[in-house]
C-alpha cells in the first residue's frame, strides 16, 4: 500500500513537471551520464542482470518517488545489498539509503557489517575501494543536481510523508486485522 501510494504520487508529479521516467529521453539520459555500467559498483550492464534502482528507496523509512533524478539502472547485486540500508528506519553513515550503501568503505562499522564486507568482494584493495566508492557518491551527487525541482519537491516532502506513510501503513495493518478477524468468524 505504502509503495502503491508513493507510485500514484510519482504519476502526479511527473504530470506536472512533463517529464517521465519512462520515456525516451529520460532514459538516454541515464544511460549516458552512467555509461550502461552500475552507478555503484561500475560493472557493465551488459554483462549482469540490470534492474530498475530507485536512489531513495519506495518504502515508508525512504520515501522515494518513482520520479527524474530518483530511478536509475543499476545492477541486480547491488540493488538488493542496498536493501540493508533502505530498510533501516535510522540511517548513521549518510543522510540516505544510497549515500549510506557507498559510505560502506570498512573504516566505521563493525567488522560483522555484511555491506562492508560486499564491497571488499567488489574492490580488494582498500585505497582503490575508498577511492571508488566516493567518486561514485560525487558522480551520483551531481546527477541529481541535474534535476533542481525534483531535488526542491523531495526535501519539502521529506518533511511530511514519513509520517503520512506511518499512518497509512498503520491504518492499513489495522484494517487488513479486523477483515481478517471479521472473515474468520464466518467460517
Ligand atoms: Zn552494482
Ligand atoms: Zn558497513
Redesign the pocket.
Known amino acids: 500500500m505504502v509503495s502503491m501510494f508513493l507510485h500514484e504520487l510519482s504519476r502526479k508529479i511527473s504530470r506536472e513537471w512533463g517529464m517521465r521516467v519512462d520515456g525516451e529521453v529520460y532514459g538516454e539520459l541515464v544511460r549516458l551520464r552512467f555509461g550502461n555500467r552500475?552507478?555503484?559498483?561500475?560493472?557493465s550492464l551488459k554483462d549482469?542482470g540490470s534492474v530498475i534502482e530507485h536512489l531513495d528507496g519506495m518504502n515508508q523509512y525512504r520515501a522515494g518517488l518513482h520520479i527524474p533524478g530518483n530511478v536509475l539502472v543499476?545492477?541486480r547485486?547491488?540493488?538488493s545489498?542496498k536493501r540493508r540500508d533502505d530498510g533501516r528506519k535510522t540511517l548513521i553513515l549518510a543522510d540516505c539509503g544510497w549515500a549510506s550503501f557507498l559510505s560502506h568503505d570498512g573504516s566505521r562499522c563493525p567488522e560483522s557489517c555484511a555491506t562492508c564486507r560486499y564491497w571488499v568482494t567488489?574492490w580488494g584493495d582498500e585505497s582503490e575501494r575508498k577511492q571508488r566508492l566516493s567518486e561514485n557518491l560525487e558522480k551520483i551527487h551531481k546527477f541529481r543536481r541535474e534535476f533542481p525541482n525534483f531535488e526542491a519537491a523531495t526535501a519539502a516532502l521529506l518533511i511530511v510523508l514519513p509520517d503520512v506513510l506511518k499512518k497509512l501503513y498503520s491504518d492499513c495493518q489495522i484494517f487488513a486485522e479486523s477483515e481478517i478477524n471479521s472473515l474468520l468468524e464466518k467460517f
Request: net charge neutral; glycine share 0%; hydrophobic share 5%.
Open positions: 552500475c552507478p555503484y559498483c561500475d560493472r549482469t543499476s545492477c547485486k547491488c540493488n545489498e567488489v
